[in-house]
C-alpha cells in the first residue's frame, strides 16, 4: 500500500508536468516550427538539462524521506496506543492491575518503540545519504558529457517547500460508481517533515572519485 501511494504521488507529479507541457505546445500562439533538436537546445541546453535532472532528484529523494518519515510515526504511535491499552481489552492476555508490574510493562514497551522510531530514522537517513552520493556519482558521467562542471541545483529545502504546496486529487470511490466525484487533500497529510537524524556511519557509503560528498 505505501509503494501504491508513493507511485501514484510520483505518476501525478509527472503527470502535472507533461499535462503543463502538452497544454503549451496546443496552444497556436505558442507553436514553434523550428527542428526538435533546435527546440530541445533552445528551451534547455546540456547544463540547463543536468541542472533539471538536479532539481528532479531533489524532489523525488526529499519525497521518499518525507513519505516515509511519516510511516515511521504512524508506526510509532500505533505501539505507543497498544501499551496503553494493555489489559483493557476483552481479549488481552495481560490482567487489568494497579500493580507496579503492569506500569513497569507499559513504560518498557514505549522505551522500545521509541527506540525502534529512533533507529528506523538513522536508517532511512543512512539511505538517503546513500541515494545521493550515488546520484553526485552518476552526475559526474553527465558533467564529463557536457564536457565543463555544472554548479549544483540539489537543493532538500527547496523540494520539502514544493511539496507543501502539491494537493492529491482522487476520483469517487469505486464501489459507488461515483467517479464523477474528484476530492482534493493536502498532500502534506501523507508526509512528515521531520529533523534528519544521524545516519550509521559503517553503513554510508564514501563519495566517488573527485565527487564531494553531498551535504544533508
Not at 507553436?31 to 541542472?51: A, F, G, L, M, N
Not at 529512533?118 to 536508517?123: A, G, N, S, T, V
Amino acid at each position: 500500500m505505501r509503494q501504491f501511494v508513493m507511485g501514484t504521488l510520483l505518476i501525478g507529479m509527472v503527470g502535472g508536468v507533461a499535462g503543463t507541457v502538452q497544454a503549451a505546445s496546443t496552444n497556436p500562439r505558442n507553436v514553434d516550427s523550428s527542428p526538435v533538436s533546435k527546440r530541445i537546445t533552445k528551451y534547455c541546453d546540456p547544463v540547463c538539462e543536468v541542472q533539471a535532472q538536479d532539481s528532479a532528484f531533489s524532489l523525488l529523494i526529499e519525497t521518499y524521506r518525507q513519505f516515509q518519515s511519516r510511516q515511521i510515526q504512524l508506526d510509532y504511535e500505533s505501539r505507543l496506543r497498544a501499551a496503553a491499552g494493555l489489559g483493557k481489552e476483552a481479549d488481552s492476555l495481560i490482567i487489568g492491575t494497579t500493580l507496579n508490574s503492569t506500569r513497569t510493562l507499559r513504560a518498557w514497551i514505549e522505551v522500545l518503540a521509541e527506540k525502534e522510531r529512533d533507529l528506523r530514522l538513522e536508517q532511512l537517513q543512512t539511505r538517503v545519504v546513500n541515494f545521493s552520493t550515488a546520484y553526485h556519482c552518476a552526475r559526474k558521467g553527465d558533467e564529463l558529457a557536457v564536457e565543463q562542471p555544472v554548479p549544483s541545483k540539489v537543493d532538500m529545502p527547496a523540494a520539502a517547500q514544493q511539496l507543501r504546496t502539491l494537493r492529491l486529487l482522487a476520483l469517487g470511490s469505486p464501489t459507488k460508481a461515483d467517479f464523477q466525484t474528484v476530492t482534493s487533500t493536502p498532500a502534506a497529510d501523507i508526509f512528515l517533515d521531520t529533523a534528519p537524524a544521524e545516519p550509521w556511519p559503517q553503513e554510508v557509503v564514501g563519495p566517488c572519485d573527485d565527487a564531494p560528498k553531498p551535504t544533508q
